[in-house]
């Protein structure tokens, strides 16, 4: 008879909207155990070709079932440095879980779940070790931003005996893990701590220093690094174009959500934080960070919160999860609708929106069919904090900074994709700043060709 998956249990949605601690709560052992005996231990291992970072995941589970909790978060580090955080916002449902062969007839194994739950018994133990590095091979390399790209590159990296040195623009480490994701999803004190068992293992965190600022790429070289990964991400926001942006109240998706995961606004009044507490809260966008937004601001007190997204939520890019996160948590969704000017009062506030109703046309280049006006569908909501969420773009500074380094037309840099090489030698990238913005997940991949492609170049460089 099928065992059927686990549920893991999770925050009440009328408790948590009051708080910012983490909404799922993580598996104990006993269903920890029993969610890995659902694993039929098949001998193609379909799931291993879905993870980017290629974790053995049926010989983790296996020591699951042996009662060796630590040891099989061992076995998913060999290949991925960032389990506890991978095992919370991994889209595994697309990834592992979607190639899981009980999946064809059952649910598939929680695979997630079990990532996440090895890596918090590893840590809250006391049970982290730090990985065998290889003798020192004399080399060094610069890595340009901490995020998933980077923290990959810089784990694989040292295990093979080279000194790395990531240069963090911000003055604490993880990119995106930090500023981007709230605490309800990714708590601070998880990716401190990767980053931390990181350093133990020798690299270097130089934070607060703005590479294509105070140091440029070819001034790395100068100082003696033999190759440079860039991994800067995608943190130039995009706007709609329309009227009324320019009003107190209208913010980008990337500010919000700094102010309220970086700076801690959430932690009112332990840090104070300047951020608008909307109580007509509107977030424009469907995807994981409109999301993210939608709920950071019921948290912080908002009445009324609603996702207001052109298209349907069949074309939603948001996880499933989240989205119903959301509608659990009682945010009202405008689908179809698409705001066409913001409006203000005599004080340059934003009060209003002029929305427009839209119904599905065609596919377009994306594949997700277009939105078409309905003429003469026009109404007004009342807001007064609006949340622009609809993407970003690569941050150009890097780029305009290094001579040669080719970019696409919507300013990715470009690479090959087996190697992570840009157009400049001992240059790689790989992350947003070369997808434009992805998965964690994604990310981390990347970093791992990269990172295989950087000690083949400077082991080979005479």
């Not at 960032?82 to 979607?98: D, F, I, N, S, Y």
């Not at 280049?365 to 969420?389: K, Q």
């Not at 992805?438 to 083949?456: E, F, P, Q």
Request: one cysteine or more; charged letters at 25%.
């Amino acid at each position: 008879m099928e065992i059927p998956r686990v549920k893991m249990p999770e925050q009440d949605p009328t408790e948590r909207i009051h708080n910012f601690r983490e909404v799922p709560c993580g598996l104990n052992e006993e269903q920890a155990m029993l969610e890995a005996a659902r694993c039929i231990e098949c001998k193609k291992q379909p799931c291993v070709s879905g993870c980017p970072v290629e974790v053995d995941i049926p010989g983790f589970i296996k020591l699951i079932l042996d009662k060796d909790f630590a040891g099989a978060a061992r076995k998913i580090k060999e290949t991925n440095a960032l389990p506890a955080v991978c095992g919370r916002v991994c889209p595994q449902e697309e990834q592992c879980e979607m190639l899981c062969t009980l999946g064809k007839k059952f649910k598939p194994v929680a695979i997630g779940y079990l990532e996440r739950f090895v890596a918090d018994y590893e840590r809250e133990n006391n049970l982290v070790q730090a990985p065998k590095v290889a003798p020192a091979t004399g080399k060094k390399v610069a890595i340009v931003g901490s995020g998933p790209a980077g923290l990959t590159v810089a784990g694989d990296l040292i295990k093979l005996g080279h000194k790395v040195t990531i240069f963090e623009a911000l003055h604490k480490p993880g990119g995106v893990l930090v500023y981007g994701i709230p605490e309800f999803r990714l708590p601070k004190k998880i990716v401190q701590a990767e980053c931390d068992a990181m350093a133990d293992t020798g690299v270097e965190f130089e934070n607060s220093t703005v590479i294509g600022k105070m140091d440029t790429i070819d001034e790395l070289f100068e100082q003696g690094f033999d190759a440079v990964f860039i991994g800067t991400g995608a943190g130039l926001p995009n706007f709609m174009g329309i009227p009324g942006e320019n009003l107190i109240g209208v913010y980008s998706s990337n500010e919000y959500l700094t102010r309220s995961n970086l700076m801690r606004a959430y932690d009112f009044p332990n840090n104070d934080t300047p951020i608008i507490h909307g109580k007509n809260v509107a977030v424009l966008g469907g995807g994981n960070t409109a999301m993210d937004s939608v709920r950071t601001s019921l948290r912080l007190g908002a009445d009324n919160a609603y996702i207001v997204y052109r298209r349907s939520e069949a074309e939603m890019p948001a996880r499933i999860e989240e989205v119903h996160h959301a509608r659990q948590e009682g945010v009202q969704f405008h689908l179809l609708t698409t705001p066409i000017r913001f409006i203000g009062d005599d004080q340059g506030k934003v009060k209003a929106m002029e929305l427009l109703k839209m119904e599905l046309g065609e596919p377009d280049a994306s594949g997700r069919r277009r939105p078409v006006p309905i003429e003469g569908s026009n109404y007004i909501m009342d807001v007064d904090l609006v949340v622009v969420a609809i993407g970003n773009s690569s941050n150009p500074l890097i780029p305009r900074t290094t001579p040669g380094l080719d970019v696409n037309r919507w300013g990715n840099i470009t690479v090959n994709e087996e190697t992570m090489e840009t157009s400049r030698p001992g240059v790689f990238a790989g992350g947003d700043i070369v997808t434009g913005g992805a998965t964690v997940i994604l990310a981390a991949g990347a970093g791992k060709k990269a990172a295989r492609a950087i000690h083949k170049y400077i082991m080979e460089k005479k």
